[in-house]
């Protein structure tokens, strides 16, 4: 299924990994790691051509099988869905209707 490894990835990749497994959307990992929404959409491609994976729905399959136990990766945080207060740092375009 994949040609790439884990181990080709950044550290920021491997971030967006581990919560990409623990369920979290590209909206709320930016939250999650303070970084924009478009900079998580740009690891998220990044990963597909390193991994030689053609969607996101591979990827998160990947990210399951293979991303570091968020419980023991001490740096990522420990979040839940994204609360109405923190969306309203989105602008409104991303913001759920």
């Known amino acids: 299924m994949t040609s790439g490894d884990v181990v080709s990835l950044t550290p920021r990749e491997r971030e967006v990994l581990a919560l990409i497994a623990r369920g979290h959307d590209s909206r709320q990992i930016a939250l999650s790691l303070d970084i924009a ?23 998160a399959a990947y990210a399951a099988a293979h991303a570091p136990d968020p419980g023991r990766d001490r740096r990522l945080p420990q979040t839940g869905p994204v609360s109405v207060r923190a969306s309203n740092r989105l602008p409104s375009m991303w913001r759920a209707a």
């Open 37 to 59: 929404y478009f900079t998580v959409r740009k690891h998220r491609s990044n990963m597909l051509g390193k991994l030689g994976l053609s969607s996101a729905a591979q990827l």
